[in-house]
Every structure is written in C-alpha cells, then in structure tokens.
C-alpha cells in the first residue's frame, strides 16, 4: 500500500484515477480511523499528513469524512471490520 496528502489525492480524483474512498479504524489506535482510496489499477493508497509519508490517524469520524469531501468524493465506505464491538 502506497501513500499520498490530500494534494496528490485531489489531483488524482479530478483526472479520474481515484475509484472510491474507504474510512477504516486505525491499526493499533483506538477509537481512531484512517482514510484510504482505491485506485482505478485496483491498489489502495492511504492519506499521510501534509508533506510527510506518515499515515494522518483521523480522531473522529466528521474529520477523516471531511478530507473525503476535500478530496472530491460524494460518497465512502465506512469499514467496520475491526472495530472490537462488546
């Protein structure tokens, strides 16, 4: 999995590459998510903080769907898949 900031995202999506967006929960950081895109080749990238290769961990839900919408999407995917639910 690749990494790119908002910048390169935009600059992917309003060419076309940029297929859908995917907010997932952050590895090893609870209560914490991240964002990832899917490419039209299929690979995933995933958001890094401006200028840096440091994956952005996103501390709520209205602000990893906020970079969604900065991007250019309309709409995402919410993954639950490893969220622990008791």
């Given at each position: 999995?690749?990494?790119?900031?908002?910048?390169?995202?935009?600059?992917?999506?309003?060419?076309?590459?940029?297929?859908?967006?995917?907010?997932?929960?952050?590895?090893?950081?609870?209560?914490?998510?991240?964002?990832?895109?899917?490419?039209?080749?299929?690979?995933?990238?995933?958001?890094t903080?401006?200028?840096?290769?440091?994956?952005?961990?996103?501390?709520?839900?209205d602000?990893?769907?906020?970079?969604?919408?900065?991007?250019?999407?309309?709409?995402?995917?919410?993954?639950?898949?490893?969220?622990?639910?008791?």
């Open positions: 999995m690749a990494a790119m900031d908002i910048q390169s995202m935009r600059s992917l999506f309003d060419v076309g590459v940029l297929q859908e967006a995917i907010i997932a929960p952050a590895p090893m950081e609870a209560g914490s998510w991240i964002l990832l895109v899917q490419k039209s080749d299929g690979t995933l990238e995933h958001m903080v401006a200028r840096s290769k440091r994956q952005k961990i996103y501390k709520s839900l602000s990893a769907v906020a970079d969604v919408t900065r991007v250019g999407f309309k709409s995402m995917k919410l993954s639950v898949a490893m969220l622990n639910v008791a």
